[in-house]
């Protein structure tokens, strides 16, 4: 069968330049930059950051702008409900609620931020060695870290109380003693998990010693779940001050977090809810803010989710 001649008006010119086709349509981006664009795209988390942020300015900026201080005491004008003068209200001594539950703020941002930074050192080094040596060096500290963690948490505090005065860092070391086991147990797992890889044997059989492995390489790699646990970290320290303080153990007079007010706030629930209702809903609020925000830093730091 013979072909017909082909002719110029067979063919279609295609409008495209030379190198549109190799184009790369995408940017390229780094891991943690794609991180915090997954994790903008979450409306909730991103709430989350906001009330943070807002509870911390408060916490500096609230009770001087009130007018009034958090400890002196005003019997004539105990137990006002919320005015323009008291925007919060008096509690049974007179002393303004809303002065008093943002220097509460300070006092139970301020424990809840140093309990978790000391858990996160600790568990950091004690999981990092534990994981990497393996062996009896890890099975001697996680069964050390089992027996501390099998203690009861009451009994540890209590006897401290005893032991030590009163105060911010007694509640702060009380809460640490124990508080360190779950971050170690994540990043030995995390460790464990990275130390077969490439990079790592390639390190050590370029002759880097175990030291800089686990500052240079390992620990680095695993602060995705290190962040998440550290902001999941905080609302539980923050809610075990309020508990302890709610029971008499936590900060001693004339300091005030939410605990002592939620505590001193029930003998008189019945006649001022609003006593209560002040640092009972600054807790649930600050709790509810940093878990969002963990959940959205666990989702966005998710390798899995990339695309």
Known sequence: MSQLPLKETDFEPIEMKQFDAERIVGESTSYWKDAWRRFKQNKLAVAGTFIILLLGIMAFIGAPISGHNYYDNDLINANQSPSAEYWFGTDNLGRDIFARTWYGAKISLFIGLTAAFIDIVIGIIWGSIS???????????????????????????????????????????????????????????????LKSEEYVIAARSLGAGSLRIIAKHLIPNTF??????????????????????????????????????SSDALQSFRYYPFQLFFPAFFICLTMLAFNVVGDGMRDALDPKSRR
């Open 131 to 193: 994981g990497y040596l393996s062996g009896r060096v890890d099975e001697y500290m996680m069964r050390i870290a089992d027996i501390l963690a099998g203690i009861p948490y009451l009994l540890v505090v209590i006897l401290l109380m005893v032991i030590m005065r009163p105060g911010l860092w007694t509640l702060i070391i009380a809460m640490t003693i124990t508080g360190w086991i779950n971050m170690a147990r994540i990043v030995r797992g995390e460790v464990m998990r």
């Open 224 to 261: 995705g779940p290190i962040l998440v646990t550290l902001t999941l970290t905080v609302p539980t320290a923050i809610f075990t001050e309020a508990f302890l303080s709610f029971l008499g153990l936590g900060v001693p007079a004339p300091l005030a977090s939410w605990g002592t007010m």
